[in-house]
T-cell receptor
Framework: KAGVTQTPRYLIKTRGQQVTLSCSPISGHRSVSWYQQTPGQGLQFLFEYFSETQRNKGNFPGRFSGRQFSNSRSEMNVSTLELGDSALYLC????????????FGDGTRLSIL | QKEVEQNSGPLSVPEGAIASLNCTYSDRGSQSFFWYRQYSGKSPELIMFIYSNGDKEDGRFTAQLNKASQYVSLLIRDSQPSDSATYLCAVSFTGTASKLTFGTGTRLQVTL
């Protein structure tokens, strides 16, 4: 069974640009969550999508947005990039019912110059 | 603010010993607890999860919950150098069952 697939693996952008990251969940998983990981803050929850609807949201500014498609694939968009957005962005999928484990993809490492 | 706390370490144990990692959480009503292992430069990998109804053993790994004191432990028996990694504790808090709150992780070093 294929795992969670994230693309691209690496991205280099400059301040002010925008970026879109993609995540394909494990087959049969309907929930996709996004996290930001930095050395200083650890893993921080961005948002979760289930059945094309945002079900949970973390404490990030509106520049961070996402969506989910009918096949459960998800995208995350960050607009007006700032230096502080440099991080590893991780996507995790689960079946979507309460208290089920999440499985992570390899992540997208975003560097802002 | 619902929180998960871990000692950052490093926790150093000799090969073959038992490594004991702990995590405290702030919400007494939490129902599910997850342990992830993260090697340097890699993404987190799920190794164990337990619910509020009991402990679990899987091979060399045991996860234990102490609800009264609000902490969860991960025991690694017969520690191997390949166990050297950062271990992340995650908790699903009451009312946010599909959202995980992570601790900052404990770095484990298994020495030869």
């Amino acid at each position: 069974k294929a795992g969670v697939t994230q693309t691209p693996r690496y991205l280099i952008k400059t301040r002010g640009q925008q970026v879109t990251l993609s995540c394909s969940p494990i087959s049969g998983h309907r929930s996709v969550s996004w996290y930001q990981q930095t050395p200083g803050q650890g893993l921080q929850f961005l948002f979760e999508y289930f059945s094309e609807t945002q079900r949970n949201k973390g404490n990030f500014p509106g520049r961070f947005s996402g969506r989910q498609f009918s096949n459960s694939r998800s995208e995350m968009n960050v607009s007006t990039l700032e230096l502080g957005d440099s991080a590893l962005y991780l996507c995790a999928s689960s079946v979507g019912t309460a208290n089920q484990p999440q499985h992570f993809g390899d992540g997208t490492r975003l560097s802002i110059l | 603010q619902k929180e998960v706390e871990q000692n950052s370490g490093p926790l150093s144990v000799p090969e073959g010993a038992i490594a004991s990692l702990n995590c405290t959480y702030s919400d007494r009503g939490s129902q599910s607890f997850f342990w992830y292992r993260q090697y340097s430069g890699k993404s987190p990998e799920l190794i164990m999860f337990i619910y509020s109804n009991g402990d679990k053993e899987d091979g060399r790994f045991t996860a234990q919950l102490n609800k009264a004191s609000q902490y969860v432990s991960l025991l690694i028996r017969d520690s191997q150098p390949s166990d050297s990694a950062t271990y992340l504790c995650a908790v699903s808090f009451t009312g946010t069952a599909s959202k995980l709150t992570f601790g900052t992780g404990t770095r484990l070093q298994v020495t030869l």
